[in-house]
C-alpha cells in the first residue's frame, strides 16, 4: 500500500500557487517533525549536554525547517535534513557560548 503524500494530491502548479497546498503541507510538516522529535531531542542533548537550550534550538529547528517543507517528499531525506539543520544550530549555538565565555576575562 502507498502512502498518499500532500505532494501527491496536487500539481507542481496548485503546489506554488499556495493556499489549500500550503496548509496541507503545514499538517504534514507537524506531522513528519513530531516523528521526528524524539530522534532530534536525543542529538541536541548529545552535543549540548543537560543544557536549557535544547529545546530552543529544536524550536530553531523547526522554524528553519518549515520554511522549505516543498523540498522533501521522502521521509528518510526529510530526517537526515533536518538532523544535518540541528546540528548546525546546536554547534551555533556552543560558538556563541564559547566566544561569550572567552570574553569574560578580557573585562
Known amino acids: ?9 496536487y500539481s507542481s502548479e496548485e503546489a506554488t500557487s499556495g493556499g489549500r497546498f500550503l496548509q496541507e503541507c503545514g499538517t504534514e510538516f507537524d506531522a513528519r517533525f513530531s516523528r521526528c522529535y524524539n530522534l532530534l531531542q536525543f542529538i541536541a542533548r548529545r552535543i549540548l549536554g543537560n543544557s536549557e537550550e ?19 517528499e521522502e521521509e528518510g531525506a526529510f530526517r537526515s535534513w533536518l538532523v ?15 566566544a561569550g565565555n572567552s570574553n569574560i576575562g578580557v573585562l
Open 1 to 9: 500500500m502507498a502512502t498518499v503524500t500532500v505532494f501527491d494530491r
Open 54 to 72: 535544547i529545546e530552543d534550538v529544536i524550536e530553531n529547528c523547526r522554524v528553519k525547517a518549515s520554511h522549505s517543507c516543498l523540498e522533501f
Open 84 to 98: 544535518r539543520v540541528l546540528i548546525d544550530e546546536a554547534l551555533a549555538i556552543l560558538r556563541k557560548d564559547r
